[in-house]
């Protein structure tokens, strides 16, 4: 069982920075998936950023390409998501989220091949 804790969200003004943290319980060298998803108000989750962990291979939704990144620290086991000149509509619920196997080792998996998942991190983007 993995536990994933988030930290770092907040509010900021459009065009600030925020860096969300996401924190593993216990190893995860079964683990092939990090992520993070984020739900708006009214809206369906949707994946931001993907990292996976066997390829080293990471992915960005089209509407933070050139904005947000995402890294994992394996000495500190967790996994950064960086977001940068923030908009209004980045204002949402952030949740961290691992899984051990999913269909694609690319892209951005469907919020059901989760396994586990963060309890959620506010960040609210003022105009």
């Not at 994946?47 to 996976?52: H, I, K, N």
Request: glycine share 8%; charged share 15%.
């Amino acid at each position: 069982q993995v536990q994933l804790v988030e930290s770092g969200g907040g509010s900021v003004e459009a065009g600030g920075s925020l860096t969300l943290t996401c924190a593993a319980s216990a190893p995860t060298v079964t683990i092939n998936l990090l992520a993070w998803y984020r739900q708006a108000p009214g809206k369906e989750r949707e994946g931001v950023a993907t990292y996976f962990t066997i390829q080293k291979y990471s992915y960005l939704a089209d509407s933070v390409k050139g904005r947000f990144t995402i890294s994992r620290d394996n000495a500190k086991n967790t996994v950064i998501l960086q977001m940068n000149s923030l908009k209004p509509e980045d204002t949402a619920v952030y949740y961290c989220a691992a899984a051990h196997k999913t269909t694609y080792s690319a892209g951005i998996p469907a919020a059901r091949e989760i396994n586990y998942w963060g309890q959620g991190t506010q960040v609210t983007v003022s105009s």
